[in-house]
């Protein structure tokens, strides 16, 4: 009974000394390592954080039974961890930090025209996601294989260098013609940037996710791959069955129709970025036209 006691009242102590401070610097915390495990939770390194908190406790348990040899091993070890951490996690802290660059804090600080939406850019895009979905219809028609990746606010210049630039207005016949099986760049990702077809013939990292179906072709791995590396949405065409299926932030989703397609990409292309400014402009507009 003491020790509840003792215990309540240092609890009742601590609580007295608690601030707005510490109960921000507390959230703060709650939600980084939050972050972190969702982040690291379905990669490789998941199986890595189990490996050192083992160290940690063989750690405690050495310097608490006067092991001596052990921890003077495992305090060298952790003092080299940080660089070690560095070189270990890369993919995760890149992609962490990717995440950060995305956020739409980051937004209010971007010059570039991708997130100045105007009326006249969102028309054209809603025009050009148009125009690539009839193309996709018509591809899977004739299960003909393709590969389509809409850039967002990641730059995809470094998998652009690897085909031809274009820079052309999309239209069916082209985004066929591209993709037909004996054209030169069919086999390559189609780069579409803002409303354009930026460029065709690209090559694509391949998924490190070793837990995806085996069955699964090249294509579809380039699609995750892309997903992966970046926040670009990549829509694939299968050239076996002609299913549709479109790959974000590392997933993959299959059997879409012209309706969910085209819903899906105004919705993550269209509206992501300044969604109440475009859809006020719209509203002025048809205001306007109605006075």
């Known amino acids: 009974?003491?020790?509840?006691?003792?215990?309540?009242?240092?609890?009742?102590?601590?609580?007295k000394t608690f601030t707005m401070s510490d109960f921000l610097d507390?959230?703060?915390?709650?939600?980084?390592?939050?972050?972190?495990?969702?982040?690291?939770?379905?990669?490789?390194?998941?199986?890595?954080?189990?490996?050192?908190?083992?160290?940690i406790i063989a750690y405690i348990f050495s310097?608490?039974?006067?092991?001596?040899?052990?921890?003077?091993?495992?305090?060298?070890?952790?003092?080299?961890?940080?660089?070690?951490?560095?070189?270990v996690f890369q993919p995760e802290l890149r992609r962490a930090l990717e995440q950060?660059?995305?956020?739409?804090?980051?937004?209010y600080w971007s010059s570039s025209p991708l997130y100045r939406y105007d009326l006249a850019s969102h028309k054209l895009t809603q025009k050009c996601?148009?125009?690539v979905v009839d193309a996709i219809l018509l591809l899977q028609r004739t299960k003909t294989g393709a590969l389509i990746?809409?850039?967002?606010?990641?730059?995809?210049?470094?998998?652009?260098?690897?085909?031809?630039?274009?820079?052309?207005?999309?239209?069916?016949?082209?985004?066929?013609?591209i993709f037909f099986n004996k054209a030169p760049l069919h086999d390559g990702a189609m780069i579409i940037r803002g409303a354009t077809i930026y460029a065709a013939g690209c090559i694509l990292p391949l998924?490190?996710?070793?837990?995806?179906?085996?069955?699964?072709?090249?294509?579809?791995?380039a699609a995750l791959g892309i997903s992966e590396d970046?926040?670009?949405?990549?829509?694939?065409?299968?050239?076996?069955?002609?299913?549709?299926?479109?790959?974000?932030?590392?997933?993959?989703?299959?059997?879409?129709?012209?309706?969910?397609?085209?819903?899906l990409l105004e919705k993550n292309i269209l509206f992501e970025t300044d969604e109440p400014k475009v859809k006020n402009q719209i509203i002025g507009s048809i205001m306007r036209k109605k006075k």
């Open 230 to 263: 970046s926040d670009a949405i990549a829509v694939v065409v299968s050239e076996e069955n002609g299913t549709i299926s479109v790959a974000i932030n590392g997933n993959l989703t299959r059997n879409y129709n012209k309706d969910q397609l085209i819903d």
């Open 207 to 221: 998924t490190k996710n070793e837990d995806i179906n085996p069955d699964i072709g090249t294509r579809h791995r």
């Open 1 to 15: 009974m003491d020790f509840i006691t003792n215990n309540f009242n240092a609890f009742i102590t601590l609580m």
């Open 100 to 107: 950060i660059g995305r956020s739409k804090i980051s937004r």
């Open 149 to 177: 990746v809409f850039e967002r606010q990641t730059k995809l210049g470094d998998i652009v260098n690897t085909g031809t630039i274009l820079r052309a207005r999309p239209s069916v016949s082209i985004i066929g013609n």
């Open 129 to 131: 996601i148009s125009t």
């Open 63 to 87: 310097c608490q039974f006067n092991f001596r040899m052990l921890s003077y091993l495992l305090n060298k070890f952790f003092e080299f961890g940080i660089i070690a951490l560095l070189v």
């Open 26 to 55: 507390i959230s703060i915390m709650s939600f980084i390592i939050y972050n972190f495990i969702k982040l690291i939770r379905e990669t490789r390194a998941s199986q890595l954080v189990k490996g050192i908190i083992i160290l």
